[in-house]
T-cell receptor
Framework: SQTIHQWPATLVQPVGSPLSLECTVE??????LYWYRQAAGRGLQLLFY??????ISSEVPQNLSASRPQDRQFILSSKKLLLSDSGFYLC???????????FGSGTQLSVL | RKEVEQDPGPFNVPEGATVAFNCTYS??????FFWYRQDCRKEPKLLMS???SGNEDGRFTAQLNRASQYISLLIRDSKLSDSATYLC????????????FGTGTSLTVIP
Protein backbone atom coordinates (compact mmCIF):
# COMPACT_ATOMS: atom_id res chain seq x y z
CA SER A 1 0.00 0.00 0.00
CA GLN A 2 1.06 3.56 -0.56
CA THR A 3 2.78 5.77 1.99
CA ILE A 4 2.58 9.54 1.82
CA HIS A 5 5.40 11.62 3.25
CA GLN A 6 4.61 15.21 4.00
CA TRP A 7 6.78 17.78 5.73
CA PRO A 8 7.23 19.83 7.77
CA ALA A 9 4.61 18.98 10.39
CA THR A 10 4.35 22.55 11.61
CA LEU A 11 5.48 25.82 10.11
CA VAL A 12 5.32 29.41 11.29
CA GLN A 13 5.96 31.98 8.63
CA PRO A 14 5.71 35.79 8.50
CA VAL A 15 3.34 37.50 6.11
CA GLY A 16 4.99 38.06 2.75
CA SER A 17 7.44 35.20 3.04
CA PRO A 18 7.60 32.35 0.49
CA LEU A 19 6.29 28.85 1.06
CA SER A 20 7.24 25.43 -0.16
CA LEU A 21 5.55 22.27 1.09
CA GLU A 22 6.59 18.94 -0.31
CA CYS A 23 4.75 15.67 -0.56
CA THR A 24 6.16 12.39 -1.81
CA VAL A 25 4.42 9.08 -2.30
CA GLU A 26 5.83 5.58 -2.04
CA UNK A 27 4.35 2.24 -2.92
CA UNK A 28 2.41 3.20 -6.02
CA UNK A 29 3.08 4.59 -9.44
CA UNK A 30 1.23 7.22 -11.42
CA UNK A 31 -0.97 8.25 -8.50
CA UNK A 32 -3.47 11.08 -8.57
CA LEU A 33 -2.23 13.70 -6.14
CA TYR A 34 -4.14 16.36 -4.27
CA TRP A 35 -3.52 19.33 -2.01
CA TYR A 36 -6.25 20.20 0.47
CA ARG A 37 -6.52 22.93 3.06
CA GLN A 38 -8.56 22.69 6.23
CA ALA A 39 -9.24 25.92 8.07
CA ALA A 40 -10.10 25.77 11.75
CA GLY A 41 -13.61 24.40 12.21
CA ARG A 42 -14.20 24.01 8.50
CA GLY A 43 -14.25 21.21 5.98
CA LEU A 44 -11.51 20.23 3.58
CA GLN A 45 -11.11 22.49 0.58
CA LEU A 46 -9.46 21.13 -2.54
CA LEU A 47 -6.70 23.45 -3.75
CA PHE A 48 -5.02 21.49 -6.56
CA TYR A 49 -5.04 18.06 -8.07
CA UNK A 50 -2.76 16.35 -10.55
CA UNK A 51 -3.28 13.25 -12.68
CA UNK A 52 0.27 13.15 -14.02
CA UNK A 53 3.65 14.85 -14.23
CA UNK A 54 3.30 18.51 -15.09
CA UNK A 55 -0.51 18.32 -15.06
CA ILE A 56 -2.02 20.61 -12.45
CA SER A 57 -5.64 21.61 -12.04
CA SER A 58 -6.62 24.40 -9.71
CA GLU A 59 -9.99 24.45 -8.03
CA VAL A 60 -10.04 27.91 -6.53
CA PRO A 61 -8.25 31.16 -7.34
CA GLN A 62 -5.71 31.83 -4.67
CA ASN A 63 -2.29 32.91 -3.61
CA LEU A 64 -0.83 29.44 -4.05
CA SER A 65 0.57 27.32 -6.86
CA ALA A 66 1.42 23.66 -7.26
CA SER A 67 3.89 21.67 -9.29
CA ARG A 68 4.52 18.00 -9.98
CA PRO A 69 8.09 17.64 -11.17
CA GLN A 70 8.15 13.87 -10.71
CA ASP A 71 5.56 11.13 -10.75
CA ARG A 72 5.40 10.81 -6.98
CA GLN A 73 6.27 14.33 -5.91
CA PHE A 74 3.81 17.16 -5.39
CA ILE A 75 4.84 20.63 -4.24
CA LEU A 76 2.71 23.46 -2.93
CA SER A 77 4.21 26.94 -3.15
CA SER A 78 3.59 30.59 -2.60
CA LYS A 79 5.71 33.59 -3.41
CA LYS A 80 4.19 35.76 -0.68
CA LEU A 81 2.08 34.34 2.12
CA LEU A 82 -1.06 36.05 3.37
CA LEU A 83 -2.63 35.78 6.82
CA SER A 84 -5.52 33.94 5.20
CA ASP A 85 -3.14 31.19 4.04
CA SER A 86 -2.98 29.84 7.59
CA GLY A 87 -4.46 26.38 7.93
CA PHE A 88 -3.85 22.66 7.93
CA TYR A 89 -2.48 21.52 4.57
CA LEU A 90 -2.97 17.94 3.54
CA CYS A 91 -1.52 16.02 0.65
CA UNK A 92 -3.57 13.07 -0.57
CA UNK A 93 -3.43 10.44 -3.26
CA UNK A 94 -5.45 7.74 -4.91
CA UNK A 95 -4.91 5.42 -7.82
CA UNK A 96 -8.15 6.02 -9.68
CA UNK A 97 -10.10 9.25 -9.60
CA UNK A 98 -13.06 7.54 -7.99
CA UNK A 99 -11.08 5.54 -5.47
CA UNK A 100 -10.71 6.34 -1.80
CA UNK A 101 -8.21 8.93 -0.77
CA UNK A 102 -5.24 8.43 1.49
CA PHE A 103 -3.76 11.40 3.29
CA GLY A 104 -0.34 12.49 4.45
CA SER A 105 0.13 13.59 8.03
CA GLY A 106 -0.40 17.25 7.19
CA THR A 107 1.37 20.56 7.76
CA GLN A 108 -0.03 23.08 10.22
CA LEU A 109 0.86 26.47 8.75
CA SER A 110 0.56 29.63 10.79
CA VAL A 111 1.13 32.91 9.01
CA LEU A 112 1.82 35.76 11.42
CA ARG B 1 -26.32 24.49 -1.32
CA LYS B 2 -23.57 22.31 0.06
CA GLU B 3 -22.88 19.02 -1.64
CA VAL B 4 -22.55 17.22 1.69
CA GLU B 5 -24.12 18.16 4.99
CA GLN B 6 -23.52 16.75 8.42
CA ASP B 7 -24.73 17.60 11.89
CA PRO B 8 -21.59 19.08 13.49
CA GLY B 9 -22.59 17.90 16.96
CA PRO B 10 -20.95 17.69 19.37
CA PHE B 11 -22.20 14.29 20.40
CA ASN B 12 -21.25 13.46 23.97
CA VAL B 13 -22.07 9.87 24.85
CA PRO B 14 -21.16 7.55 27.73
CA GLU B 15 -18.91 4.58 27.21
CA GLY B 16 -20.82 1.61 25.89
CA ALA B 17 -23.52 3.69 24.24
CA THR B 18 -24.67 3.37 20.65
CA VAL B 19 -24.46 6.50 18.55
CA ALA B 20 -25.52 7.22 14.99
CA PHE B 21 -24.47 9.93 12.57
CA ASN B 22 -26.28 10.93 9.42
CA CYS B 23 -25.02 12.70 6.36
CA THR B 24 -27.02 13.98 3.39
CA TYR B 25 -25.78 14.64 -0.11
CA SER B 26 -27.39 16.75 -2.80
CA UNK B 27 -26.08 15.34 -6.09
CA UNK B 28 -27.83 12.22 -7.31
CA UNK B 29 -24.82 11.47 -9.53
CA UNK B 30 -22.78 10.69 -6.42
CA UNK B 31 -21.19 7.33 -6.86
CA UNK B 32 -18.94 6.44 -3.94
CA PHE B 33 -19.31 7.14 -0.27
CA PHE B 34 -16.91 7.00 2.63
CA TRP B 35 -16.61 7.68 6.32
CA TYR B 36 -13.31 9.07 7.57
CA ARG B 37 -12.15 9.58 11.11
CA GLN B 38 -10.07 12.61 12.02
CA ASP B 39 -8.36 13.14 15.34
CA CYS B 40 -7.45 16.65 16.46
CA ARG B 41 -4.61 18.10 14.37
CA LYS B 42 -4.20 14.82 12.48
CA GLU B 43 -4.98 13.71 8.98
CA PRO B 44 -8.29 12.07 8.10
CA LYS B 45 -8.08 8.29 8.04
CA LEU B 46 -10.43 6.05 6.14
CA LEU B 47 -12.84 4.34 8.50
CA MET B 48 -14.93 2.52 5.95
CA SER B 49 -16.38 2.72 2.50
CA UNK B 50 -20.15 2.66 2.29
CA UNK B 51 -21.76 0.14 -0.03
CA UNK B 52 -25.31 0.05 -1.35
CA SER B 53 -26.09 -3.09 0.57
CA GLY B 54 -24.74 -1.66 3.80
CA ASN B 55 -21.61 -2.93 5.45
CA GLU B 56 -20.29 -3.70 8.89
CA ASP B 57 -16.81 -3.68 10.36
CA GLY B 58 -16.77 -4.76 13.97
CA ARG B 59 -18.68 -2.19 16.02
CA PHE B 60 -19.18 0.07 13.00
CA THR B 61 -22.06 -0.17 10.53
CA ALA B 62 -22.52 2.03 7.49
CA GLN B 63 -25.72 2.37 5.49
CA LEU B 64 -26.54 4.07 2.22
CA ASN B 65 -30.01 5.24 1.19
CA ARG B 66 -29.84 6.40 -2.41
CA ALA B 67 -33.53 7.26 -2.63
CA SER B 68 -33.27 9.71 0.24
CA GLN B 69 -29.67 10.59 -0.50
CA TYR B 70 -28.19 10.01 2.89
CA ILE B 71 -25.60 7.79 4.49
CA SER B 72 -25.28 6.83 8.10
CA LEU B 73 -22.68 5.53 10.50
CA LEU B 74 -23.62 3.54 13.58
CA ILE B 75 -21.12 2.94 16.36
CA ARG B 76 -22.03 0.31 18.92
CA ASP B 77 -20.48 -0.14 22.36
CA SER B 78 -18.63 3.18 22.17
CA LYS B 79 -15.07 3.26 23.44
CA LEU B 80 -13.12 6.22 24.75
CA SER B 81 -10.84 5.81 21.75
CA ASP B 82 -13.77 6.47 19.40
CA SER B 83 -13.65 10.15 20.37
CA ALA B 84 -12.85 12.00 17.15
CA THR B 85 -14.46 13.90 14.31
CA TYR B 86 -16.18 11.77 11.69
CA LEU B 87 -16.18 13.05 8.13
CA CYS B 88 -18.69 12.06 5.51
CA UNK B 89 -17.19 12.02 2.01
CA UNK B 90 -18.96 11.71 -1.31
CA UNK B 91 -17.37 11.06 -4.69
CA UNK B 92 -19.02 12.59 -7.73
CA UNK B 93 -17.40 11.36 -10.95
CA UNK B 94 -16.59 13.66 -13.82
CA UNK B 95 -16.38 16.73 -11.63
CA UNK B 96 -13.14 18.56 -11.10
CA UNK B 97 -13.33 18.41 -7.33
CA UNK B 98 -14.43 14.78 -7.34
CA UNK B 99 -14.49 14.39 -3.53
CA UNK B 100 -16.81 16.42 -1.38
CA PHE B 101 -16.30 16.49 2.36
CA GLY B 102 -18.75 17.22 5.10
CA THR B 103 -17.54 19.50 7.86
CA GLY B 104 -17.53 16.59 10.28
CA THR B 105 -19.42 15.40 13.32
CA SER B 106 -17.62 15.64 16.64
CA LEU B 107 -17.93 12.69 19.01
CA THR B 108 -16.75 12.58 22.60
CA VAL B 109 -17.12 9.35 24.53
CA ILE B 110 -17.26 9.99 28.26
CA PRO B 111 -16.03 7.53 30.90
Amino acid sequence: SQTIHQWPATLVQPVGSPLSLECTVEGTSNPNLYWYRQAAGRGLQLLFYSVGIGQISSEVPQNLSASRPQDRQFILSSKKLLLSDSGFYLCACNRGRNEKLFFGSGTQLSVL
Amino acid sequence: RKEVEQDPGPFNVPEGATVAFNCTYSNSASQSFFWYRQDCRKEPKLLMSVYSSGNEDGRFTAQLNRASQYISLLIRDSKLSDSATYLCVVNIPNTGNQFYFGTGTSLTVIP
